[in-house]
């Protein structure tokens, strides 16, 4: 899902259920994880969306079938936020930011009087809600920039280990869909590298990404900042995050990214919302088989029911628009409902 | 070394050799490769520069060791002209940019009589050496830029696949060093995942890189320009490579290149110039041990001699710079002699 596309009033909604204080230091907890076996999707129930992933897998990895892949190019794409772990009520990284605002400002105290820092630091929910997208800009970049690449990663482990998702209260480390997590298991197991496209900060998600989805830092493709070369005050190399935008891995920019970073056209991808189509119509279109995903959100019990799950066909409530829905019919994208096709959504669920 | 600190007068001596016509079209042969064993670095003499690579590798992957580094931190960073192939009497990508000049004027006459296109297709080797770097770069956005990403792969496998050294007349893809393609492989065998991290193009490195050095895609951190995402006639989509320039991957170019393609400080780097000081200096202020090679080109006989090895101090011809000598002294980066520490130093020898 779209970072920039994000939802202004999910602002509101996030600030009613800030924690007052934060957390106790945690780790993050080890999460359950399939190993290869005679049904290596054990939280899928049987239907369309299963059989078209063991399906792609069978046809890709049988050296006697005319879509044999070779193990060099087996390369599989998984948007983040909606697709792998929780993106309501809002994203977690422009949580992190607004959460990071009082420290920004007890570093330099004039911002307390300044838009859109005095509006954040205000807790006036309307005023928040009416920020623009470039005050939120502004704010990503006073938040998230500025500092050493190792100070950005100590701060966002330290918050990434004790933040709590105000519906479930466990960090959000642990609000990954377990079916989800045994896909990306199952294509390593078949030799298949996988990669995160996310529109999210690529160096917040590279901070969890090892531990909580098994998947490196180079293999974490997002929106990404530039840093500049330098030499600290003991004459030490410092890399330093700058506020200047290098990629915005949205829409257009996930094929351009996957090319920049993997060069190589994926053969699945598995997205939520409109900021993944052109991801998924770039992997469709390469030849042999590809395997197109779109995760929809139509569990408000276990989860949350948003977009035409809403039963509102022009809703905007969500970014899975019913356009979205008409490509994916017409192209042969295979939808996941999370509702019939999951049995369970958490790890921690039983 | 640096694209953007090109010599120009490489241009003048590389025009007198080229050849007449392109040869015929070949493949790329297998190039010798070492299998773990107890001698991992057959083509190096004894001396200080094996001794390094050989206690490096031991230190860091015995567990019982102070420097011992987890298998998924093990990262190695090549550059590659000057480092793994010969990089004299030019740059083979700026070569193939010059060589692309008639077929890109076929396409777009009217460039026929505009410099710098006219400068290049007449031939005269004084005005060539006179062109300035903006002509160069020019040049460069003419003939790499405005195509397909698949177009561009087409076009620079065959020339890769038919062009020849003017002095070997051989593929250039021959002119690697036996030397480092054994550490390259010595390093993999140990759990280390290597990179190339070159001011060369991308996109051009990437076309032979896996056959070459058996380093993929992904693994190849560039100069880098950005693509457009669009559809072409037929509704499918096409990536265009633009005349944008994401990352300039030379000098601090590459610390900030490995930041953001990687995202995680190497533990070994091999360079050979100015270019790739900053990537040097970065690795080494890390913890632990880390490993900091020059390759030192001072063999006149079985490849070239240049930069301070020409006896030369205040030398400009080649940028291994006698500042660069009085760093690697400082830092403890080692040098390597080609000269003196190589048995061989192409693959084609016996």
Partial sequence: MSLSSVNRR????????????????????????????????????????????LDFVRTTTDTASPNHVPAEDRIAV?????????????????????????????????LKDVAPFKTVL??????????????????????????????????????????????????YTELVYQPMLEVLQFLRDNGFKTYIVTGGGQDFVRVYAGQVYGIPPDQIVGTAGGTKYGYGKDGKPVLTKEPKLILNDNNAGKPEGIHLMIGRRPYAAFGN???????????????????????????????????????????????FTPALYDEAEKDGWTVISMKSDWKRVFPFEH
Same sequence: chains 1, 2.
Avoid at 78 to 93: I, K, R
Avoid at 138 to 163: D, Q, R, Y
Avoid at 274 to 288: P, V, Y
């Fill in 10 to 53: 999910v602002l509101i909604s996030i600030l009613t259920s800030l924690p007052a204080l934060s957390s106790p230091l945690l780790t993050i907890p080890a999460l359950a994880q399939t190993t290869p076996s005679v049904n290596p999707l054990p939280s899928w129930n049987d239907g369309t969306a299963k059989r078209a992933i």
């Fill in 78 to 110: 998984f948007d983040q936020d909606g697709t792998l772990w929780v993106e309501h009520p809002m994203y977690t990284q422009v949580l992190y930011c607004l959460e990071r605002v009082p420290a920004v400002v007890e570093k330099e105290p004039k």
């Fill in 122 to 171: 205000s807790g006036d929910r309307e005023a928040i809600a009416r920020l623009s997208l470039r005050d939120l800009e502004e704010l990503l970049a006073a938040t998230l920039t500025g500092m050493s690449v190792e100070e950005f990663n100590a701060e966002a482990k330290k918050w990434i280990e004790t933040a709590r998702h105000p519906r479930w209260k466990r960090p």
């Fill in 273 to 319: 919302s409109t900021g993944d189509r052109e991801m998924l119509e770039w992997t469709g279109a390469g030849s042999g088989a590809r395997l197109k995903m779109l995760v929809l959100h139509d569990d408000a019990v276990r989860e949350y029911a948003y977009g035409p799950a809403q039963g509102l066909p022009d809703s905007k409530v969500g970014t």
